[in-house]
Nanobody, 121 residues
Framework: QVQLIASGGGLVQAGGSLRLSCTAS????????MGWFRHAPGKEREFVSS????????NYADYVKGRFTTSRDNAKNAMYLQMNSLKPEDTAMYYC??????????????WGQGTQVTVSS
């Protein structure tokens, strides 16, 4: 059983930056793609980014391209999301997940708990 723990959320002003982290327990976590999703009140959960098991492929939603960067460190069983130029519409609970394919945003096999990101205008 893999457990995912997200951290690094907080309150930031528009234009600011935050770095989210997701740590995974379990030796098999490094064989999976990993991804970030977000859920804002009153909206559907949406895909943010994903990264292949070896970091060789990344996938971003159009609304975060050029502002967010995802990376991973398999030696630490960790994935990161560097968020720059944050906008109020980025406000949401952010979740990390394991996927069978970084290119298939619906291929989630495990969810972590969320970390709240709030961007003030």
């Amino acid at each position: 059983q893999v457990q995912l723990i997200a951290s690094g959320g907080g309150l930031v002003q528009a234009g600011g930056s935050l770095r989210l982290s997701c740590t995974a327990s379990g030796r098999t976590a490094n064989t999976y793609a990993m991804g970030w999703f977000r859920h804002a009140p009153g909206k559907e959960r949406e895909f943010v980014s994903s990264i292949a098991w070896n970091g060789g492929y990344t996938n971003y939603a159009d609304y975060v391209k050029g502002r967010f960067t995802t990376s991973r460190d398999n030696a630490k069983n960790a994935m990161y999301l560097q968020m720059n130029s944050l906008k109020p519409e980025d406000t949401a609970m952010y979740y990390c997940a394991l996927l069978t394919s970084a290119a298939e945003t619906s291929s989630v096999v495990a969810w972590g708990q969320g970390t709240q990101v709030t961007v003030s205008s």
